[in-house]
């Protein structure tokens, strides 16, 4: 079964900045949408970013204007480049990628922004 391999997380500084990605381990086809959702210790998942296959965006608002999704059609990955960390975006950072069918969700990685 194809899982999601999602790297990139870690300890930075506010204002700061770190770059997420995440691969499938096998071919998956048909991909649509990709998507990078956070989930904070006490609060529900959220929706950070979302690309689509004709590579429009759209940004959470806490986020716009500091975060960029992007995609590799070619590699079927998705990025999340973050600036302009802030403690509150502190989460566990999960990505998504979604087909007609199915969405694979990915295993989570820790992105914590202290000083």
């Known amino acids: 079964q194809v899982q999601l391999v999602e790297s990139g997380g870690g300890l930075v500084q506010p204002g700061g900045s770190l770059g997420l990605s995440c691969a499938p381990s096998g071919t998956i086809f048909g991909i649509t949408t990709m998507a990078w959702y956070r989930q904070a210790p006490g609060k529900q998942r959220e929706l950070v970013a979302f690309?689509?296959?004709?590579?429009?965006?759209n940004y959470a608002d806490s986020v716009k204007g500091r975060f960029t999704i992007s995609r590799d059609n070619a590699k079927n990955t998705v990025y999340l480049q973050m600036n302009s960390l802030k403690p509150e975006d502190t989460a566990v950072y999960y990505c998504?990628?979604?087909?007609?069918?199915?969405?694979?969700w990915g295993q989570g990685t820790q992105v914590t922004v202290s000083s």
């Open positions: 690309i689509t296959s004709g590579d429009i965006t």
């Open positions: 998504r990628i979604g087909t007609s069918r199915v969405y694979y």
